[in-house]
């Protein structure tokens, strides 16, 4: 039996069509994955979330410990309620999964892990934690609603007074905490909006208040399409602990600096960038047909690379994809679809932001 949530009855309720996703049963959609989809690139969105990892970290030397445990560093983010995001690496620079860190008050900082590995970053996490002496805790007591779109924070402030009162003018990539409730001015879909964490027993009046405030019910289907269009990596399909962040384009998200900052994974990611890494791109079918992962690459002059992610944008109504290439600066490529070998366009891997085409159609 599948995890739930403490939203899975809302869902049922609402006619989610529920699926099995890294062990939880959740809403794929609600009847239209693209309107879902638009509703967030248009209006606002929700989505249940609950199935992430939220992990407490607490002892005087926890942010020490999460400079060691993460390739970014969390100093980056500034005081107490910055948000920082980051891969989490092994000794050899794989990427064990890529987590939110937001910095609390002093001995204190909060982990959001993924899903399908929240329990093999809780048992890593816990052991490196051992040398520091810092608390490990896996809050299974809270839940997660993510509110996105251009209009979700003024309709997250109609809906919930305690939000209202505390998080207007709050920044990009801060949060703040109000009780046991925290509100991070984060996401996944390339909009605005909220990342919300309250106690599981609040989850259910949160989701209805922020419903009958108009913001509309979004399940898995439009937040990978949301994700992709904005160019945000899925671990599992474009990242995993055979690459690096170097090859999946997220060598923005390592901090070499200071360079007396021992981070796990430091030594390996020093020779994998004097070596350079993959090239990661976005794509564009310009044939008929649809991206996925795993499909064969080939570039004009012979060199190969695979897709790690792709599918239809309702937004650009275009097939799109990212793909990890040899280096290179070729701008046009092929790629092969069910034995046949479809034209495809080299762009850069970020489709749309704030509901806007990035690139040329």
């Known amino acids: 039996m599948p995890n739930q949530t403490a939203l899975n009855a809302v869902h049922r309720q609402s006619g989610g069509k529920l699926v099995e996703f890294a062990g939880w049963e959740l809403p794929l959609h ?27 970290l607490s002892g005087p030397r926890s942010h020490a410990f999460v400079r ?45 892990v993924n899903a399908a590995t929240r329990e093999r970053d809780l048992d890593w996490i816990t052991r490196q934690a ?9 809050r299974a007591d809270l839940s997660m609603i993510a509110v996105q779109g251009p209009r979700a924070r003024d309709l997250a402030h109609q809906a919930l007074p305690w939000l209202s009162a505390g998080a207007p003018g709050l920044p990009v990539m801060h949060f703040i905490t109000i009780g046991d409730a925290q509100a991070a001015r984060t ?69 070499l600096e200071p360079a007396d900052r021992d981070f796990i994974g430091r030594a390996a990611l020093l020779t994998r960038r004097a070596q350079g890494g993959s090239r990661f791109v976005g794509l564009i079918l310009e044939e008929p ?37 040899p280096a290179g600066n070729e701008d046009r490529c092929r790629v092969e679809i069910r034995g046949h070998w479809k034209h495809c366009r080299i762009v850069p891997p970020r489709f749309v932001k704030y509901g806007q085409p990035l690139v040329a159609l």
């Open 130 to 138: 051992e040398p520091f002496g810092v608390d490990v805790c896996c």
């Open 68 to 112: 060691h445990l993460l390739a970014n560093d969390i100093n980056r983010a500034g005081e107490a309620g910055a948000a920082l995001y980051s891969c989490m690496l092994n000794p050899a620079g794989g990427i064990l999964d890529d987590v939110i860190a937001y910095r609390g008050d002093v001995g204190r900082c909060r982990l959001v």
């Open 289 to 325: 047909g649809v991206l996925r992962g795993h499909l064969r690459v080939q570039l004009p002059g012979g060199g190969e690379g695979v897709t790690t992610s792709g599918g239809h944008s309702p937004t650009l109504q275009r097939s799109i994809g990212f793909a990890r290439l």
């Open 187 to 255: 996401g996944y879909t390339g909009e605005d909006g909220y990342e919300l964490i309250v106690p599981s027993s609040e989850a259910v009046v949160t989701w209805e208040a922020l419903r009958d405030a108009g913001v509309a019910p979004c399940g898995l289907g439009a937040r990978d399409s949301l994700r992709l269009e904005a160019g945000l990596r899925l671990y599992g399909s474009d990242m995993d602990e055979s690459v690096t962040p170097y090859d999946c384009g997220l060598a923005w998200t390592v901090a």
């Open 30 to 56: 609600y009847g239209s994955q693209i309107g879902e989809h638009m509703a967030v690139r248009k209006a606002a969105g929700m989505f249940d979330v609950s199935h992430m990892g939220v992990i407490d």
